[in-house]
């Protein structure tokens, strides 16, 4: 049986009325072209949301509980989440007077739409410099957890930085790679979660490579 297949019949079984096209369309990517929607998804909590749900759908009430927050705190983060696409409606059922909605996130991954850097240039910044903050404070929150000694010959993480001279055929060959990187790492995401892998862990992979002016110094 396929995921959806399992997922809408698990749905079912607890009442709720499933959208199965919502939930295979949740397999694909979201590319993000705007700003704002970058800063929207640039934030602890919402990021664990997606995560959450791209693992297993559930209702606020749900994950108030998986979480221990009020779920009066999570609808505004569901609201913005699901604006730009990161999580969707999978189904909804009767709740009283009230109708109950289930969300799901996206498995195929968040990643940015080249139309994210036509728009106005400070915006832009603004929103790579909110992303590349994120990886800095998970990085330092994994290390003060203990999660990433730096000091042991295999890391849980790693840190890297590489400077140098590129041409433009070179660089393009490194997002290429890159590229690939990042796919690579959404299909073994979701082929753990579909084996249930036991020793999988939630893995934040961050890459930028961007021609630098910051270090570039006089002929």
Not at 126 to 131: E, P
Not at 180 to 209: K, P, Q
């Amino acid at each position: 049986m396929d995921r959806t297949a399992a997922l809408t019949d698990r749905l079912t079984e607890a009442g709720w009325t499933v959208d199965a096209q919502v939930l295979d369309e949740l397999e694909g990517r979201v590319e993000l072209d705007d700003p704002g929607a970058v800063k929207a998804l640039v934030n602890p909590l919402r990021l664990k949301l997606v995560g959450s749900l791209a693992r297993s759908p559930a209702s606020a009430k749900e994950l108030a509980v998986r979480f221990d927050v009020p779920a009066t705190r999570l609808y505004h983060h569901l609201d913005l989440l699901e604006q730009i696409g990161a999580i969707r409606v999978v189904a909804s059922r009767r709740s009283g007077a009230r109708t109950e909605r289930c969300y799901g996130g996206v498995r195929g991954g968040v990643g940015l739409d080249g139309g994210l850097f036509e728009g106005d240039v400070d915006e832009i910044a603004d929103a790579v410099a909110s992303l590349a903050s994120l990886g800095g404070e998970a990085a330092a929150a994994s290390i003060r957890a203990g999660r990433m000694d730096l000091k042991d010959e295999r890391p849980e993480g790693f840190l890297s930085l590489a400077l140098g001279r590129l041409s433009r055929e070179q660089r393009d060959q490194v997002s290429a790679d890159l590229e690939a990187l990042l796919r690579r790492v959404g299909e073994w995401s979701t082929a753990n979660d579909e084996a249930g892998t036991g020793d999988a862990e939630s893995t934040m992979l961050m890459l930028i490579a961007t021609p630098d002016v910051t270090f570039d110094a006089p002929e």
